[in-house]
């Protein structure tokens, strides 16, 4: 690691940034942040309130005209500078999410670059939010359409990915010309609020973005909510929350963006390469240590090829290093935190009672990091909550099937449709996948396939709205269409 720990801490913002000033909380109240691996303290932040909450609302709304003036060029170079910082400072970046967050550090290097592409990628978007213009059918008026900034914004975000679950907000934000208040989840707020120093280091102006990182969630999410000023929630986080926010979103009809959790199948065929499909399922299942919303859920495998697949997959997380994040050859971390230690060894144990074998791991770490050993289930029972629940931690059970109806229907049994797997070599059933399964994504032959690029978002109860691609810039503007009399049609 290319940096020093004490110095980098010292780097970190503590307060809240309401119109560009760094600052307490109106009641004086502070929040720790811990290191999932050693249970140290690594920083103590001012905690927002309900007051701070609205101060930073009043500073979003202060600026949304001036800053909605402002032109898509000035905001495109705002948010490319912020990518060469951000670029830049990715030992810091990477250090600080595997402080607070427990991913290896390579794999916080990872993020670091696929956070930092949602700036650029965006500040490639933000000249080019086309509208249309075409006449209208019976020719007496130009129908023409634009895009304007929807307004203030809150963006919450979720603790697994500090970084890259900010960018794909603010960038997009940004470049449509919106104001903000970013309220980061309580067990990672250091990479945010590093983050948005960086984004005020890149020229962004005092007021449109404000953090407000806090120890309760409600009490800033519910007096923003309730004010009308506001125009947009965006949330990243897991389906009940969601679900909460979507009820109080109805109050004032704010525009709404979810992006909640996920059950991924990850279908392999008779016909798969097998070696291919094991190197496609590390990344799926084990990446993030099992934390990510599109990590693969359910191996769901032909019944003959399911003892191949899964003595190799077995053996492939026999390589895996359990251990502190920061530390060398380390590939697989802690868990965020002890209830999800709690909430996983449930999960395993649950399996095993109704019939499962671990074929490796099925246990706690050792160590005082909230250590879960990385793990293979097979015969897992379909009623088994680790087949119906989201896992979010490095544990992969195998069920079987023998027909590909079978393989479609256990796959779209879960009410949730974020992410999906399908590894064949028979590219005319890949359609028929694509076709049948209920998923917004679906990665083929592929494991891992979150991109900038790309539209990100899930069906059914894994949410609504789209991150990232062309469709990313579109959640934060609303369409305007304009009538223009043309008094020389049919003449
Ligand atoms: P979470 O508990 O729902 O928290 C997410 C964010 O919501 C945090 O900032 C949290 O603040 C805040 N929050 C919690 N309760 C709230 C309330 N009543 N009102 C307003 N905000 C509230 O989820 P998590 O445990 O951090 O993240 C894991 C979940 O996120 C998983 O389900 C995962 O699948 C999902 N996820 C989805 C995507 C996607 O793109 N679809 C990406 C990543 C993660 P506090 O930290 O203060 O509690």
New binding site residues.
């Given amino acids: 690691m290319g940096v020093k720990v004490s110095e980098l801490l010292a780097k970190v913002p503590t307060g809240l940034l309401i119109n560009g000033e760094w600052r307490d909380a109106a009641s004086g109240e502070t929040f720790e942040v811990e290191n999932p691996a050693t249970g140290e303290t690594l920083a103590t932040l001012a905690s927002a309130g309900s007051d701070d909450a609205m101060a930073a609302l009043d500073a979003a709304c202060a600026v949304k005209d001036e800053w909605a003036r402002t032109s898509p060029r000035e905001r495109s170079n705002i948010l490319r500078r912020a990518f060469d910082l951000v670029t830049e400072r990715k030992d810091e970046f990477a250090a600080l999410m595997t402080l607070e967050m427990g991913k290896p550090l390579a794999e916080a290097y990872g993020e670091v670059t696929y956070g930092a592409e949602y700036l650029r990628w965006f500040s490639e978007e933000a000249v080019r939010d086309y509208g249309a213009t075409l006449p209208a059918p019976e020719g007496t008026i130009q129908m023409v359409t634009r895009r304007k900034p929807v307004g203030p914004c809150l963006l919450?975000?979720?603790?697994?990915?500090p970084l890259a679950?900010a960018t794909r907000k603010v960038g997009p934000a940004v470049a449509a010309g919106c104001t903000m208040v970013l309220?980061?989840?309580?067990?990672?707020p250091l990479t945010s609020q590093y983050f948005a120093q960086t984004m005020i280091e890149a020229g962004l102006p005092a007021g449109v973005l404000n953090v407000v990182s806090?120890?309760?969630?409600?009490a800033?999410?519910?007096p923003l909510m309730a004010d009308s000023r506001l125009r947009k929630v965006s949330?990243?986080?897991?389906?009940?929350?969601?679900k909460?926010?979507l009820k109080?979103a109805a109050d004032n009809v704010l525009r709404t963006s979810?992006?909640?959790?996920?059950n991924a199948p990850f279908i392999v065929f008779e016909d798969a390469d097998l070696d291919q499909a094991v190197e496609g399922a590390m990344g799926a299942k084990m990446r993030n240590i099992g934390?990510?919303?599109?990590?693969a859920n359910r191996f769901i495998v032909h019944e003959s090829v399911a003892d191949e697949f899964a003595k190799k997959f077995a053996a492939k997380i026999g390589e895996l290093k359990l251990g502190n994040g920061l530390d060398e050859g380390v590939t697989c971390g802690p868990l965020?935190e002890k209830k999800a230690l709690d909430n996983v060894t449930s999960l395993v144990d649950d399996a095993v009672e109704k019939g499962a074998t671990a074929l490796i791991g099925g246990k706690p770490g050792e160590g005082v990091g909230y250590f879960y050993t990385p793990t293979v289930l097979i015969n897992v029972s379909r009623d088994a909550r680790v087949a119906q629940e989201?896992i979010?931690g490095p544990v992969a059970p195998i069920l079987t099937f023998s027909t590909e109806a079978e393989a479609i229907e256990i796959a779209n049994d879960t009410e949730f449709g974020?992410a999906s797997y399908v590894y064949t070599e028979n590219s005319d059933r890949m359609w028929r996948l694509a076709d049948g399964l209920e998923f917004g994504l679906m990665g083929y032959n592929a494991g891992v396939i979150s991109n900038a690029a790309a539209p990100?978002?899930?069906v059914k109860q894994?949410?609504m709205g789209r991150?990232g691609g062309a469709e990313g810039i579109a959640e934060y503007t609303s369409l305007q269409y304009i009538g223009v009399r043309n008094p020389y049609a049919n003449a």
């Fill in positions: 919450i975000t979720p603790w697994n990915f679950m309220k980061p989840a309580k067990l990672t806090g120890k309760s969630a409600s800033i999410s519910e949330f990243t986080g897991s389906t009940p929350v969601g909460t926010l109080a979810m992006e909640l959790g996920g934390e990510a919303c599109t990590a965020i989201e979010f974020l990100f978002g899930g894994s949410g991150e």
